[in-house]
């Protein structure tokens, strides 16, 4: 009787397996345990990150699993031995929503360093992935950044969170996500403070002022033709500007020609005018990232911005905090 080349090897690895003994042999396959349906869950979805900062923990952690698109991870910075809960910083990245991550921001070479330091001033720090405009059109990038936060509440007591205590960070694309929801919040989500670092606030501006504006385009499914109105204002956070806003610090380079620095004047300007707690630094010399003409002139900016929003931080969250909205 002829046997099939398959049931062949799968006869031949059987028999093998049965076969060895442990001196001298292959390793026996690991004991392992069975489920009666398919179950495509990760069984560790969340991994600490071993690194050189012994005083805070980085874990890698999966927020949200949407049914045909990649489960989103969110970087968890803590302090190591700190019972107390502490307020929550949620940081979102840049890239013209279409590319970077987590562990990237403006012209730092490494950023991890930098969230770390904030959490060891007494916070959480949460740093997130969210859906890219390659795999799915707004809203979805706001959605991420809502359940997100839904997520690092409901889960509060168990990475050591303040849950009436939030505030958001966000840099160029990912500022704009964050003053959205900073602005127009649903329902869980609402945060006590908001800073955005050369962010674009006015959609339809933004989007007149580039050369190319396929990033716009591309994340609004607006095809080869300019984005209609009305489609780009809803994502607009100045747009939304009231007096129940949460207070807000806005820094931006004078010289940026990606997102021009009257983006955060005017936002900036119709928070105010609205009622809202508006503060506004403008560095001079220096473009998108805060990059300047020299290294030297780069770190200064950088070192401002930081200098500013961590003050900021410090002030919103912890010496004068405001009731949950």
């Known amino acids: 009787?002829?046997?099939?080349?398959?049931?062949?090897?799968?006869?031949?690895?059987?028999?093998?397996?049965?076969?060895?003994?442990?001196?001298?042999?292959?390793?026996?396959?690991?004991?392992?345990?069975?489920?009666?349906?398919?179950?495509?869950?990760?069984?560790?979805?969340?991994?600490?990150?071993?690194?050189?900062?012994?005083?805070?923990?980085?874990?890698?952690?999966?927020?949200?699993?949407?049914?045909?698109?990649?489960?989103?991870?969110?970087?968890?910075?803590?302090?190591?031995?700190?019972?107390?809960?502490?307020?929550?910083?949620?940081?979102?990245?840049?890239?013209?929503?279409?590319?970077?991550?987590?562990?990237?921001?403006?012209?730092?070479?490494?950023?991890?360093?930098?969230?770390?330091?904030?959490?060891?001033?007494?916070?959480?720090?949460?740093?997130?992935?969210?859906?890219?405009?390659?795999?799915?059109?707004?809203?979805?990038?706001?959605?991420?950044?809502?359940?997100?936060?839904?997520?690092?509440?409901?889960?509060?007591?168990?990475?050591g969170i303040d849950g009436a205590q939030v505030g958001l960070w966000g840099m160029s694309a990912g500022a704009q996500l964050a003053a959205l929801n900073a602005v127009n919040c649903a329902a869980g989500t609402c945060v006590q403070g908001f800073v955005g670092w050369f962010g674009a606030y006015d959609i339809a501006t933004y989007a007149r002022d580039q050369r190319d504006d396929t990033n716009v385009r591309t994340l609004f499914r607006c095809g080869a033709v300019a984005c209609a109105a009305e489609v780009v204002d809803r994502a607009s956070p100045i747009r939304y500007a009231d007096g129940t806003d949460p207070p807000a610090l806005l820094i931006h380079g004078q010289d940026d020609t990606n997102a021009r620095s009257s983006q955060s004047e005017r936002f900036a300007q119709q928070l105010r005018a609205a009622g809202s707690t508006a503060e506004l630094v403008l560095i001079p010399g220096v473009q998108h990232g805060f990059i300047g003409p020299t290294e030297a002139a780069t770190k200064d900016a950088l070192h401002l911005a930081l200098t500013a929003t961590f003050d900021f931080f410090d002030h919103v969250l912890k010496e004068s905090p405001a009731a949950t909205r």
Not at 17 to 34: I, K, W
Not at 66 to 89: C, K, N, S
Not at 124 to 131: G, L, M, T
């Open 1 to 159: 009787m002829r046997h099939s080349p398959r049931r062949t090897l799968a006869v031949a690895l059987l028999a093998t397996v049965s076969a060895h003994s442990p001196a001298g042999e292959p390793r026996p396959l690991p004991d392992f345990t069975v489920s009666d349906r398919l179950m495509p869950v990760d069984p560790m979805p969340e991994r600490q990150t071993h690194w050189s900062h012994g005083a805070v923990t980085l874990t890698d952690v999966v927020y949200s699993t949407i049914t045909g698109f990649r489960p989103l991870h969110l970087d968890l910075y803590r302090q190591t031995g700190v019972a107390a809960p502490r307020p929550l910083i949620v940081f979102v990245h840049g890239g013209g929503w279409a590319y970077s991550n987590p562990r990237a921001g403006a012209g730092f070479r490494d950023f991890p360093v930098v969230l770390a330091n904030l959490a060891e001033r007494g916070y959480v720090v949460a740093s997130i992935a969210y859906r890219l405009s390659g795999e799915a059109p707004f809203p979805a990038q706001l959605e991420d950044l809502q359940a997100a936060i839904r997520f690092l509440r409901g889960n509060a007591e168990r990475f």
